[in-house]
């Protein structure tokens, strides 16, 4: 903690230089060290009612870490598990907070770490924003955007 308490903002933005917003996120951590040492003791806190009064930190990282780093079962909504869920057809809302209320509800509680993770990786890989690879998911046959768009994704045969 000391260490992060000592360091400039140009020391900071050259390790995190690779991140995107990094400036942004730079200056939120530069403000979090000290609130975690002096209201935290130097931890970050375990519950969201305390992660989301830190700079920069939202539900979605508060999820994060909650889940991550103390094995809290949570959902953490990005734009990955938004699109996939509501694609896929698993929920059917309109914003973050509410596909994270639709997720929680339907997913057992044991399984939202790693749906979360599943659901990341599944848009990363498979069902990405501009050109989901309908032919090769395996959930095309559950899968409510594919069944609406079957014809128009796959190629013809000859």
């Excluded at 130097?42 to 992660?51: A, D, N, Q, R, S």
């Excluded at 938004?82 to 509410?98: P, S």
């Amino acid at each position: 903690m000391e260490d992060f308490l000592q360091m400039t903002m140009e020391e900071l933005e050259s390790y995190i230089k690779v991140i995107g917003l990094y400036r942004s996120k730079g200056s939120n951590l530069m403000k979090l060290f000290p609130i975690l040492k002096e209201k935290h003791g130097g931890e970050v806190p375990h519950t969201m009612e305390e992660l989301v009064l830190l700079p920069g930190v939202g539900r979605k990282t508060a999820n994060v870490v909650l889940s991550n780093a103390y094995g809290v079962p949570a959902i953490a909504v990005d734009t990955h598990v938004f699109r996939v869920a509501n694609r896929i057809g698993i929920v059917k809302e309109e914003t973050v907070e509410k596909t994270e209320e639709s997720l929680m509800k339907k997913l057992d509680k044991n399984l939202w770490i790693d749906a979360h993770h599943l659901l990341i990786f599944h848009g990363r890989r498979i069902c990405t924003a501009r050109s989901p690879q309908c032919g090769a998911c395996p959930l095309n046959h559950l899968c409510t955007y594919y069944k609406k768009n079957k014809k128009t994704l796959m190629p013809k045969e000859k």
